[in-house]
């Protein structure tokens, strides 16, 4: 199974940062940010108000599923 660290909201590709502040995650948080080991596969725990949703992005911004 990857391995997904815990990393620092700030340690995210700048792409990743751009796709979380387009107008699709206006008025979420980050909450927590996960890297994968073996790919290049971020995982984003986000909150706005009383929700939670978790996202995934290669390094290039573009959605995971």
Do not use: C
């Amino acid at each position: 199974e990857d391995e997904k660290m815990q990393i620092q909201p700030e340690e995210l590709p700048d792409a990743v940062k751009a796709a979380l502040n387009s107008e699709d995650y206006t008025g979420w948080q980050i909450s927590a940010a996960y890297k994968y080991a073996e790919k290049d596969v971020y995982e984003v725990e986000l909150k706005k108000g009383e929700e939670v949703a978790t996202v995934k992005f290669d390094k290039d911004g573009q959605k995971v599923e």
